[in-house]
């Protein structure tokens, strides 16, 4: 089992900044890939950012690639997402996940694991 905890969600002003970290523990994970994804309300879970936690390869949807990076901190096993000028569409639950594979995936059905999620609110 992998456990993963996410925090530094909340309130933001348009065009501001927010880091998003996701705490990981449980079995070793060290293959794993590690995926952010978001879920507006009304909307499906949608990928947003993925990185292999061995060798920090990353990937991107193109909505976001332009404002978002995805990092990770192998001595905390934490992982991050750093968005910046943010836009009231970016409102979503924000949610981390495992993916034992390693294979960057972007579909949400090939992650096992998943975080309880953090609100993420953009005022225009």
């Known amino acids: 089992q992998v456990q993963l905890v996410e925090s530094g969600g909340g309130l933001v002003q348009a065009g501001g900044s927010l880091r998003l970290s996701c705490a990981a523990s449980?079995?070793?994970?060290?293959?794993?890939?590690m995926g952010w994804f978001r879920q507006a309300p009304g909307k499906e879970r949608e990928f947003v950012a993925a990185i292999s936690w061995i060798t920090g390869s990353t990937s991107y949807a193109d909505s976001v690639k332009d404002r978002i990076t995805i990092s990770r901190e192998i001595a905390k096993n934490t992982v991050y997402l750093h968005m910046n000028s943010l836009e009231p569409e970016d409102t979503a639950v924000y949610s981390c996940a495992a993916d034992k594979r390693g294979w960057l995936a972007t579909d949400v059905r090939e992650y096992a694991y998943w975080g309880q999620g953090t609100q993420v609110t953009v005022s225009s």
């Open positions: 449980g079995r070793a994970f060290s293959w794993y890939s």
